[in-house]
């Protein structure tokens, strides 16, 4: 059975940061294609950013570049999103999800297999 777990969320003010945890378990993951994802209220998820776990090959979304950061833990099974410089707009429920496409970067949030239960991560001004 695979899980993702999130951690990390919060309250953080207007230019600070927060690092979001996904730990993976039930599989092997080194082949999968692993994303954060976010949900606005009254918007539709959104994707952030990409890693694909052999390569360690990443993609972000325009209006996270140079902000956020992901990247993976082999040993700990776990990836990670390094938010800084975060804004307002930031503001959503993120989550993890995994996709089983070897060697790719997934942004399409319906191809991902599987997801996280959601972190909420709130910047204030």
């Known amino acids: 059975q695979v899980q993702l777990v999130e951690s990390g969320g919060g309250l953080v003010q207007a230019g600070g940061s927060l690092r979001l945890s996904c730990a993976a378990s039930?599989?092997?993951?080194?082949?999968?294609?692993m994303g954060w994802f976010r949900q606005a209220p009254g918007k539709e998820r959104e994707f952030v950013a990409a890693?694909?776990?052999?390569?360690?090959?990443?993609y972000y979304t325009n209006s996270v570049k140079g902000r956020f950061s992901i990247s993976r833990d082999n040993a700990k099974n776990t990836v990670y999103l390094q938010m800084n410089s975060l804004k307002t707009e930031d503001t959503a429920v993120y989550y993890c999800?995994?996709?089983?496409?070897?060697?790719?970067?997934?942004?399409?949030?319906?191809?991902?297999?599987?997801w996280g239960q959601g972190t909420q991560v709130t910047v204030s001004s």
């Open positions: 039930g599989h092997t993951f080194s082949s999968y294609c």
């Open positions: 890693i694909s776990w052999s390569s360690g090959n990443t």
């Open positions: 999800a995994a996709d089983r496409t070897y060697g790719a970067i997934v942004v399409d949030w319906v191809r991902y297999d599987y």
